[in-house]
Every structure is written in structure tokens, then in C-alpha cells.
């Protein structure tokens, strides 16, 4: 095993493939107008400046819409806070979801029952009455 990962590293190391797409791979990466550390810079800033930005926790501000007739959004206008913090212990987990579809499956097995127990009857007096008649 040792020896496998021994030959792929030298494997990496030596073919200018590797080197040439890892140069592509971060010549995209780089290629943003502005820096990631000011972008993150300038956010930590703006919730500072507005003591956490309470006015963007709830909401979601649209912008005008685009010239497709569709509504764009601006990924920096979303919510800063995320809803899953507001919700019930058992919404968080989804248990008022499963009680639903649970009782929702109950519910149809339990017609599912009193069908086929209904057709039994109806095709057993049938057997019946014809056992008589005979």
C-alpha cells in the first residue's frame, strides 16, 4: 500500500499535466474582483457597524426584476441569521413531519384494511349462500 501511494505521489510530481491543470484550477480561483479577505473583511465590518444587522434576519429583500421578468436576488442582501434558529426542538428535527406522514400511512392501511375485509365478507356469503342453496 505504502508502495502504491509512493508511485502516485512521484506520479504527480513528475507529469507536467498535473502541474498545468493545478495552474488552470488556480488561475480561476484567483480571478475574482475583489479579494476573499476583503470580502469578509467588509462583512464582519458591516455587522458591526449595524450591531448584527437585525433588520436582514428575517426578511428577504428583493431586488428589481431582471429583464427575463424573473426576480434576481443579491446573494449579500439574504438573510445573515439562519431560520433553523427560530424553530421548535421538534420542527428542527422534522418530528411534526413524521407524525404527519406516519398518521397519514395509518390512516390508509386502515381503509386498505376495511376494504379488503369488506370484499372477504361480500365474497364469503357469497360461497355461503351458494353452499346452501346446493
Not at 32 to 61: C, N, S, T, W
Not at 63 to 79: A, H
Amino acid at each position: 500500500m505504502m508502495q502504491n501511494f509512493r508511485e502516485a505521489i512521484e506520479e504527480i510530481v513528475s507529469n507536467p499535466k498535473y502541474a498545468e491543470r493545478a495552474s488552470a484550477f488556480g488561475a480561476i480561483l484567483k480571478d475574482q474582483m475583489i479579494h476573499p479577505l476583503d470580502k469578509a473583511i467588509y462583512h464582519v465590518e458591516y455587522l458591526m457597524r449595524h450591531q448584527g444587522a437585525p433588520f436582514l434576519r428575517y426578511q428577504l429583500i428583493i431586488d428589481q426584476p431582471d429583464v427575463t421578468g424573473g426576480v434576481s436576488f443579491s446573494p449579500t442582501r439574504l438573510n445573515c441569521r439562519s431560520p433553523a434558529k427560530d424553530l421548535y426542538w421538534f420542527q428542527y428535527a422534522l418530528l411534526d413531519v413524521v407524525l404527519f406522514l406516519l398518521t397519514s400511512l395509518a390512516a390508509v392501511l386502515f381503509i386498505l384494511y376495511k376494504l379488503l375485509k369488506c370484499v372477504c365478507l361480500r365474497t364469503c356469503r357469497r360461497d355461503l349462500t351458494k353452499m346452501k342453496q346446493s
